[in-house]
């Protein structure tokens, strides 16, 4: 009787343990899945944004995607568990990590194929082909954990729910540690790589677990041999170095959260770019280091709307000639610039010499800190070929106004069309500015262009060029670029209403257009 006892009580905790260990298998695994479902899901817009830009666009074209991928992986995984086909948990784990892992290797092919279809049409389809079959699979691992954690009926929901509550604080995990630290210490490809050995590896485990403990009968060799050698071509493809782009040598680069940061040099024109994604944020020629981007000949002319100025607030720092050029006048410029990547390069590639503060942090949040009022702002924000939506509403504007001494003035780029037919985001700005200012003239800096810089100057003063000695040659020049911009029919953008987003749209579409001419596409892939 005692034998009997004592053998019933060894069973059981044979079975609990098994139990146990069958819990931690299976939360593990859709812990590292819902982990692996977000860096997927995020990163895919650093791998689309050098090419397509970081806009809504492209942040809607993923979310669609992925969610659309999870469903047919939640449906097509519960058919699979259901149904106890050949596809397994371990199978599906396996074909994410192949996924992920051709994703750097097809990421160049497949968004040139789909240059064709346009800004929007471009990034949905880039962005359904190269990520759709790695969620897919990622989303199975749900439902097969369900059927196989389910050991009665009753007890479906609860684990239903565990199973998701899991897999949700695994993609919040995964999420603060790529934004948090992995993505700028290792980069997007660096982090691809290793999330598909992970997966891999997870496989393997997982085969292993099912052929011991479920005894489903894989034949582990023909999991563990095809997992090393995927494994090794990782590790060479990761340590690999990508070819140089003829004419173009990239003499810096750096990731970081807001963006892929390069200084590329265009040797037959003795010109060095600075780039941001998918943007043009300075460029210089080499051998004088003097400022190629035309909007800065209009801007650094500020100084003789408000004859002694004493300082100045930059926001949008890039390479930083504009700090050069104030410079020339004793002005004192502190800068604000979000991404650090870009601070550094001004400074170590563009020979920035700072007169003022270097401030790294959002030019929104970063003015609102400010204690100091200024002579002069010049607002220079540019990305993806389109300027941040919310630092051009009309709080920003009150903002920046209460930044500014008595008299003060306020320069602002932006970039759009030059005919009638598209000049409602150059309205919209034209009208936003009249809404906080009283004064406001505007210059075309490429009048025969069809598309070109616009450079919004306005005050609460009256605005006059012709206050300094010697003047009149420049500021002759000056007014060939004055047009009017009437504020009629323009919408003035706020927090609660600003559809810039959506009229930036055509203009991001045509400046890559202009960047991939200027540049070549080759220089916009990693």
Known sequence: MKNNNKKNNDAQEQTTK????????????????????????????????????????????????????????YYIGGHCADKGVWLRLPHAIFASAVMVAVIPVLSEPVQLMFNGFGLRGGA?????????????????????????????LENVGSTAG??????????????????FFLLPMFGTYAILVVLAMVLLCLAVALAIFENRRLNIGYRLTLWIAPASIICLALLWQ??????????????????????????????EKDIRWLMSDASTIGAEYIPTGQGL????????????????????????????????????????????????????????????????????????????????????????????????FHLLSQEMMHELKAK?????????NFVGFTDKERLKPVQAIA?????????????????????????????????????????????AWLSKLEITIPSEGGRVITDDFNPLEFLQIAKAEYYRNILVDRVGQSILFR
């Open 124 to 152: 949905l389809s880039s962005a359904f082909v190269l990520f759709t079959p790695p969620l897919l699979f990622l989303g199975m691992a749900g439902p097969f954990v369900i059927r196989m954690a389910t050991e009665r």
């Open 293 to 388: 981007l035309g909007y800065q000949s209009v801007v650094s002319m500020l100084p003789w709307f408000k004859p002694g100025s004493q300082n100045a607030l930059l926001i949008g720092l890039g390479a930083g000639h504009l700090v050069s050029d104030l410079a020339k006048y004793g002005i004192k410029t502190d800068s604000i610039e979000i991404d650090p990547a870009v601070a550094y390069a001004a400074e170590a590639y563009f020979n920035l010499k700072p007169t003022g503060k270097v401030i790294v942090g959002d030019a929104r949040y970063q003015v609102q800190q400010l204690d100091e009022t200024y002579d002069l702002i010049i607002h220079d924000c540019f990305t993806g070929g389109s300027e941040p």
């Open 238 to 267: 990761l340590l690999a170095h990508k070819p140089a782009n003829e004419g173009y040598q990239i003499v810096f680069e750096e990731e970081t959260h807001y963006g892929w940061v390069r200084v590329v040099d265009q040797k």
């Open 431 to 475: 009208a936003t500015m009249d809404s906080v200012f009283t004064h406001r003239k505007n210059f075309l800096v490429s009048p025969n262009e069809e598309f070109s810089d616009y450079v919004f100057i306005v005050s609460d003063r009256e605005l006059n060029a012709n206050t300094l000695p010697n003047a009149e040659a420049s500021t």
């Open 18 to 73: 098994h139990h146990t260990l069958d819990k931690l298998v299976f939360y593990g695994t859709v812990s590292i899945t819902g982990a692996a479902v977000m860096m997927v899901e995020l990163l895919g817009t650093r791998i689309i944004g050098p090419f397509y830009g970081v806009s809504l666009v492209v942040w809607s074209s993923l979310l669609s995607v992925s969610l659309l991928a999870l469903s047919m992986g």
């Open 162 to 179: 565990n199973v998701y509550a899991i897999s949700t604080i695994g993609s919040v995990l995964g999420t603060l540690m790529l934004g």
């Open 404 to 412: 500014l001494k008595p008299g003060g003035v306020l320069a602002i």
